[in-house]
């Protein structure tokens, strides 16, 4: 039998033995009905192993308008990519599921006998969708935009392709975002373009015998990044552990002009995938651009050209709709999408995408929900990649149930992950009642572990639950199990 499921099988057995006095520690409240229930969760959530830990736990039944448990609901809690389900909530409320980003390329300058006399101007306002996570080809659309503007006529430009606009003013960061994570794909920057969702990947082959150079190829645009290469290949003997000693390729940035120099060795004959996000997302959009309209036969001169020339439209890129989009978010937790969502709702409310004003808009949103903000709500940023977020258990039961009651929760379920299926939690919850049945938003930053969504019971109840979980000094699989167990007990129950 596999370890967690004779782990969760071992819990259920201890906890259904308990004696039913069980009295909640100090500074818990437990409630309900269901007498063995408060007895499971309490007795793994006080285990000598949490003494240290801050749990919030909140699991209603709606419909009946019952509290089946409650520990701490009303405290805040850094929700880590929880802080989504707040950011996916408002979008599909305030957009609807039909929203499209549309990304514009125009001429600026005259065009006559193929030739664009000026710029060929790239207007965004923040389309997540241009990359392989969404198009498995990032350069899938970028190459339709270039046989868009070929079939147009152009083949040559005397100037260059340059970004336009400012539609998302301030920081490409997340506010409080950690400096240690800003070369990391999950920290990529965001702006008004963002391709690839802000990064790159370096596909590095070693060579044939210890000292070959490495070849490296650029994906999915070739020219972005520039990369200077000095790793080199080395002797590969022994197995899985020996390729992982011989691999120490290294992406490291030149301050001044941003190229990236890959050092290190790599195995003979070995592969790797090093990620590298992208300096100046707007750049790097431009770049791409240029790459697919190099790719179609299209010139560029480089010459300066006139800024004020008349703008005409040449081609439209239209993203896949909000309901698609969602999906992108919330089942792998993709933060760079989820930033992008938080600056549009304040871009489409308010004529800039400011994240001031995103996150006003998220208040406002969630509290006309319910939500006591800011005594259990403290929005920051739109991912949860600050440590500067905090919500309480309450607050997101209440904002699940809102998404319950509207004619767009069909999909918002769906684009939540699923239990032993998809997303951040198909490997978890495997083989008990709550595979293929619990729909959650998972959350995971250092010390923070959540997961909160919809459960459907043994008779066709579904309960909205919330567990957060800060402070824990064990290892994260622990946490991770406890939110579990309780997740597979609310399956397996029947409240009829």
């Known amino acids: 039998m596999p370890k967690f499921r004779a782990a969760l099988l071992s819990v259920l057995v201890?906890?259904?033995?308990?004696?039913?006095?069980?009295?909640?520690?100090?500074?818990?409240?437990?409630?309900?009905?269901?007498?063995?229930?408060?007895?499971?969760?309490?007795?793994?959530?006080?285990?000598?192993?949490?003494?240290?830990?801050?749990?919030?736990?909140?699991?209603?039944?709606?419909?009946?308008?019952?509290?089946?448990?409650?520990?701490?609901?009303?405290?805040?809690?850094?929700?880590?990519?929880?802080?989504?389900?707040l950011t996916s909530a408002t979008a599909i409320t305030q957009l609807g599921p039909d929203y499209k980003y549309r990304t514009t390329f125009a001429a600026r300058g005259q065009?006559?006998?193929?030739?664009?006399?000026?710029?060929?101007?790239?207007?965004?306002?923040?389309?997540?969708?241009?990359?392989?996570?969404?198009?498995?080809?990032?350069?899938?659309?970028?190459?339709?935009?270039?046989?868009?503007?070929?079939a147009r006529g152009i083949h040559h430009v005397t100037g260059r392709v340059v970004a336009a606009g400012d539609h998302f003013p301030g920081s490409e960061l997340g506010f409080g975002w950690s400096y240690d994570d800003f070369e990391d794909s999950y920290s990529a920057p965001v702006d008004e373009l963002l391709f690839n969702e802000g990064f790159s990947e370096l596909h590095v082959r070693a060579g044939e015998r210890p000292g070959d150079p490495v070849t490296v190829v650029v994906r999915p645009a070739h020219s972005v990044p520039r990369v200077r290469v000095s790793a080199t290949t080395v002797s590969l003997a022994g197995g899985d552990s020996a390729r992982r000693r011989a691999n120490t390729l290294v992406a490291r940035k030149d301050?001044?002009?941003?190229?990236?120099?890959?050092?290190?060795?790599?195995?003979?004959?070995?592969?790797?995938?090093?990620?590298?996000?992208?300096?100046?997302?707007?750049?790097?959009?431009?770049?791409?651009?240029?790459?697919?309209?190099?790719?179609?036969?299209?010139?560029?001169?480089?010459?300066?050209?006139?800024?004020?020339?008349?703008?005409?439209?040449?081609?439209?890129?239209t993203s896949p709709p909000l309901s698609e989009i969602l999906k992108a978010l919330m089942k792998p937790s993709q933060n760079q999408i989820a930033e992008m969502l938080f600056r549009t709702l304040a871009l489409e409310k308010t004529g800039a995408g400011r994240p001031d004003s995103a996150r006003a808009i998220v208040e406002r949103q969630i509290a006309s929900w319910g939500a006591a903000v800011p005594a259990e709500a403290i929005v920051r940023d739109g991912s949860g990649l600050a440590r500067y977020d905090y919500i309480s258990p309450q607050t997101v039961v209440r904002i699940l149930d809102a998404m319950r009651k509207a004619p767009t929760f069909s999909v918002y379920y769906d684009a939540l992950p699923i239990a032993g299926v998809d997303g951040t939690i198909r490997n978890r919850m495997k083989g008990t009642p709550a595979e293929g049945n619990v729909h959650a938003k998972t959350g995971s930053v250092a010390?923070?572990?959540?997961?909160?969504?919809?459960?459907?019971?043994?008779?066709?109840?579904?309960?909205?639950?919330?567990f957060l979980s800060n402070n824990w000094t064990v290892p994260t699989r622990s946490v991770e199990r406890v939110q579990d167990a309780i997740a597979a007990r609310l399956a397996a129950m029947r409240l009829r």
């Open 14 to 85: 201890v906890a259904c033995h308990q004696p039913a006095a069980v009295a909640p520690r100090p500074g818990s409240i437990s409630t309900g009905r269901d007498a063995s229930l408060r007895v499971f969760i309490d007795s793994m959530t006080d285990a000598p192993e949490f003494s240290n830990a801050h749990w919030g736990i909140l699991i209603v039944d709606p419909e009946r308008g019952d509290t089946l448990y409650s520990r701490n609901a009303g405290k805040l809690f850094m929700p880590a990519s929880n802080m989504k389900i």
């Open 111 to 150: 065009v006559a006998s193929g030739t664009l006399s000026g710029d060929l101007v790239v207007i965004g306002r923040g389309d997540p969708s241009v990359s392989d996570h969404m198009m498995r080809d990032a350069m899938l659309p970028l190459r339709a935009v270039a046989d868009s503007i070929v």
């Open 255 to 317: 301050s001044t002009t941003w190229d990236v120099t890959l050092t290190g060795t790599l195995g003979v004959r070995d592969t790797a995938v090093v990620e590298v996000t992208h300096h100046n997302v707007d750049d790097a959009y431009v770049a791409a651009v240029r790459e697919a309209l190099s790719d179609r036969g299209v010139s560029f001169d480089d010459q300066p050209t006139d800024t004020l020339a008349r703008v005409d439209t040449l081609a439209t890129l």
């Open 447 to 466: 010390q923070s572990r959540s997961l909160s969504g919809y459960v459907t019971t043994g008779d066709r109840h579904m309960l909205i639950f919330s």
